[in-house]
C-alpha cells in the first residue's frame, strides 16, 4: 500500500524537518504538511499544504478524507519552557490534539499514528543517570504530565482498540536549518547562533547542568524507524527512551572554542534551571536498540562541526 502522510504541526522544529525527510523518501505529493502559520520557505515550496488548528478535529478529518491519509504524525505542541507561562494552553494543545488523532485512528480512519513523548516524563524523583525505561515518574513541568499522560493514553487506546500508535521520548534536539521554541534544550542551539554572530553567549542553565541530546538526523532516523518497523517489535505502546549524547554548557562551549577560540560563555540561570534540574542526565535507552534497531549516529564533535558549517553557511561569514 501506497502512504500517504500527514503532518500535523509542520512548521515547527522537528516537524519541518521530519516533513523535508519524508517527501524525499516518499514523493513530495505523500506527505501532506499542516500546522495553524506557515512554515519556512523551503517546506511551502516543497510539497502540499494545509492549515490544521490541531485542536479542531473536524479539520483533521476533512484533510485525512482529502488526501486518503494512512498515517499521521503529530508534532504540534507547547513545549516545557512556554508550557509553564501558559499552563491551561499548554494542556489543551497536547491533550486536545492527541485525543483527536487517536479517535481518528479508533474510528479506523488511519493504519498508524506517531506521537512524541520527552524526557520531560521525568521528573526530580526519578534516577538520573542512565534513567531506565520503567522507572518512578512524576514529573513537575506542565509539558511533563501532559507528556506522561499522554503516553498513558496511548497505551490504552492500543490494548484497548488496537491503535497503531508508536512514540520515543525524545531528548533536547539539535538543529541548524530550523529553531527550537520553547524548550528548556534550546540553548543547545542558540548557542552555535551567538557564537557565530557574536562571539558570545550567555547561558541560561548552571555551566554543570548536564543533559540528554541529540542531533537532528538521529531523532529523523529514530522516528522514521520505529514508524517502519515491523508491529510486531513494537513491545512499548506508551513511549520508548531513546538517548544520543549528553553534555553540559561548559562542555558544548569547549567544543565551539576549538572551531571559534575567541568564544566566550557566561552564565545567568534562569526559571528553566529548575525544569533542567528535574530531568535525567543520561538515558538507558537500550530497549529501543533492541526492539527497532535503534543507533545513533552524531556525537557531540561530529554535531558541533555540521551546526558551525552549516550555520556560517546560511549567515554567510567566511
Ligand atoms: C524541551 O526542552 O521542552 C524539549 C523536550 C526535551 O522535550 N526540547
Known amino acids: 500500500m501506497n502512504k500517504s502522510i500527514l503532518i500535523i504541526g509542520a512548521c515547527g522544529q522537528i516537524g519541518t524537518e521530519l516533513t523535508l525527510k519524508l517527501r524525499e523518501i516518499n514523493g513530495a505529493n505523500q506527505v501532506i504538511a499542516s500546522d495553524i502559520k506557515e512554515g519556512n520557505k523551503e ?14 478535529y473536524n479539520s483533521i478529518e476533512k484533510i485525512i478524507e482529502k488526501y486518503a491519509i494512512n498515517e499521521v504524525y503529530l508534532m504540534a505542541a507547547m513545549l516545557s519552557a512556554t508550557g509553564e507561562k501558559y499552563p491551561a494552553k499548554a494542556w489543551e494543545l497536547n491533550m486536545n490534539s492527541l485525543f483527536n488523532v487517536l479517535n481518528i485512528a479508533k474510528e479506523g480512519k488511519i493504519k498508524k499514528l506517531f506521537w512524541p513523548s520527552s524526557m520531560a516524563v521525568f521528573g526530580p524523583s526519578t534516577p538520573k543517570e542512565n534513567t531506565p525505561q520503567e522507572t518512578i515518574m512524576e514529573p513537575t513541568t506542565v509539558y511533563g504530565i501532559s507528556k506522561q499522560t499522554g503516553e498513558r493514553w496511548c497505551e490504552y487506546y492500543f490494548n484497548k482498540y488496537g491503535v497503531d500508535v508508536r512514540s520515543i521520548r ?39 547542568t548536564k543533559l540528554p541530546m541529540m542531533y537532528m538526523d538521529d531523532a529523523l532516523e529514530a522516528t522514521i524507524k520505529i514508524m517502519d518497523a515491523a508491529p510486531e517489535t513494537i513491545k512499548i505502546r506508551s513511549s520508548y527512551n531513546l538517548a544520543a549524547i549528553s553534555f553540559t554548557p561548559e562542555e558544548i562551549a569547549a567544543e565551539i572554542k576549538k572551531e571559534i577560540p575567541e568564544f566566550k560563555i557566561s552564565y545567568n540561570p534562569d526559571f528553566r534551571q529548575t525544569i533542567a534540574d528535574s530531568w535525567p542526565k543520561s538515558i538507558d535507552d537500550s530497549r529501543a536498540r533492541k526492539d527497532w534497531n535503534w543507533n545513533h549516529t552524531f556525537d557531540l564533535k561530529k554535531t558541533s562541526e555540521i551546526m558551525l558549517e552549516n550555520l556560517r553557511l546560511k549567515y554567510n561569514l567566511p
Open 170 to 208: 525524545y531528548p533536547g534536539v539539535i538543529s541548524w536549518r530550523t529553531n527550537p521554541g520553547g524548550g528548556t534544550t534550546d540553548y543547545a542551539v542558540e548557542i552555535y547562533h551567538e557564537a557565530l554572530l557574536k562571539g558570545e553567549y550567555t547561558s541560561f542553565l548552571k555551566k554543570e
Open 43 to 56: 517546506l511551502m515550496q516543497s510539497g502540499p499544504f494545509e492549515f490544521i488548528n490541531a485542536m479542531d
